[in-house]
């Protein structure tokens, strides 16, 4: 079992501001995961995070727009940028420290106004 | 590349009633496969997962599902469905390390008193 904590839950932000998530894992990890999940609709991963190297992002996402840093083995931040009412979504952090079995954060609940 | 369909979208069944939900993927190995839940509000939570072994795989909360290699299909079953399992469910194949997960988009079930 492993147990993942967000901040923050949720934010109400203007648009053209960023915003900072941070997950924290109970355990020492080598990959994170970020995912985005659309109102509505179901989880798209974004980014793969390891600790020491670049995050890898999946088709349709840009360190740009999504900066994220990895400093240490148990914790990882997503940035969204620039934002626009288009990135109203929860974000979700995800590892698997055993390496089976993908655990989740609670998700921070955005919406850009 | 990996996919997941769930075909429904929407079930609504009668409390105590049997349920039924599909989900057909796409991989091109020996798939790791997931459902997962995610009630109003709350995080995802792992249902049940197979990997190898016996293709009847048993769950939390009364849940099972069966993988059938020759319908590329691991469909969620629960003979009695309870008002509480009113949530959303998502189908997910993982990779070789059984973490970077693709998810279907979701099936919401109702349960009618």
């Known amino acids: 079992s492993a147990v993942i904590s967000q901040k923050p839950s949720r934010d109400i932000c203007q648009r053209g501001t960023s915003l900072t998530i941070q997950c924290q894992v109970d355990s020492q990890v080598t990959m994170m995961f970020w995912y985005r999940q659309q109102p509505g609709q179901s989880l798209t991963l974004i980014a793969t995070a390891n600790q020491g190297s670049e995050a890898t992002y999946e088709s349709g996402f840009v360190i740009d727009k999504f900066p994220i840093s990895r400093p240490n083995l148990t914790f990882s931040t997503l940035t969204v940028s620039n934002m626009s009412p288009e990135d109203s979504s929860i974000y979700l952090c995800?590892?698997?420290?055993?390496?089976?079995?993908?655990?989740f954060g609670q998700g921070t609940r955005l919406t850009v106004v | 590349a990996q996919s997941v369909t769930q075909p429904d979208i929407h079930i609504t069944v009668s409390e105590g009633a049997s349920l039924e939900l599909r989900c057909n993927y796409s991989?091109?190995?020996?798939?790791?496969l997931f459902w997962y839940v995610q009630s109003p509000g709350q995080g995802l939570q792992l249902l049940l997962k197979y990997f190898s072994g016996d293709t009847l795989v048993q769950g939390i909360k009364g849940f099972e599902a069966e993988f059938k290699r020759s319908q590329s299909s691991f469909n969620l079953r629960k003979p009695s469905v309870h008002w509480s399992d009113a949530a959303e469910y998502f189908c997910?194949?993982?990779?070789?390390?059984?973490?970077?997960?693709?998810f279907g988009g979701g099936t919401r079930l109702m349960v009618k008193p």
């Open positions: 997910a194949v993982g990779n070789n390390a059984g973490n970077m997960l693709t």
């Open positions: 991989y091109g190995a020996t798939p790791y």
């Open positions: 995800s590892s698997s420290p055993g390496g089976s079995e993908a655990f």
